[in-house]
């Protein structure tokens, strides 16, 4: 195997807090995911090109969570809101560092379910699990200057603010710079 790289599958996980349940997506969870990203607030801070259109709700849920899972990249998870089964958000790993066990978390909440901690919870609940459980040393949120509930809801999971990527990513408005947020395995001992 000179030469060649192994390539780690993203570890599957479900992690439960006491009012959300975050868990991979299904096909069945299509309909939940198109909600969550066809809100102009989500779209907003997307990091999608204007022309690019919608995310697929079906697709996102099944063959680009699979191909993200089965490179080593990340996952594709559903926060659950546990009192009534309903998928609220969206949350993704990428741009995993297996070397450096590194990995980058991402979310979008649902209109409806926003301004209740779900986020929150749901953020803390998968980066505490990626640490404590798989081995993850560091996982880190990136979010648009601007994006407020965001930047609150790295700041109420716990994660520190380290510092400013400039010109490092894109929304649809354009080019962003992007702030840089951490949780670390020594934050949780």
């Keep these: 195997m000179i ?3 192994a390539v780690r599958r993203f570890p599957a996980l479900t992690v439960s807090t006491p009012r959300t349940e975050v868990r991979a997506l299904t096909g069945a969870d299509a309909t939940a995911a ?3 990203f066809a809100d102009r607030q989500t779209q907003r801070w997307l990091p999608l090109a204007d022309s690019s259109g919608q995310i697929d709700g079906l697709a996102w849920c099944t063959d680009w969570a699979r191909q993200r899972r089965d490179s080593g990249d990340g996952d594709h998870y559903a926060a659950v809101r546990r009192e009534d089964d309903r998928v609220v958000g969206c949350l993704w790993t990428r741009r995993t560092d ?3 066990r590194c990995t ?3 979310y979008a909440m649902a209109p409806h379910a926003r301004g209740f901690g779900l986020a929150v919870e749901a953020v803390d609940a998968l980066a505490i699990a990626l640490i404590l459980e798989h081995g ?3 996982v880190e949120l990136r979010v648009a200057p601007g994006n407020l509930a965001s930047r609150r809801v790295a700041e109420k999971a716990g994660f520190s603010y380290e510092g400013l990527l400039r010109n490092a990513g894109f929304v649809r408005g354009g080019r962003v710079d992007l702030e840089v947020w951490s949780l670390v395995s020594a934050d949780l001992r």
């Design 3 to 5: 030469g060649q790289v």
């Design 34 to 36: 198109d909600e969550v």
């Design 98 to 100: 297996w070397g450096a």
């Design 136 to 138: 993850f040393q560091r």
């Design 104 to 106: 980058e978390v991402s």
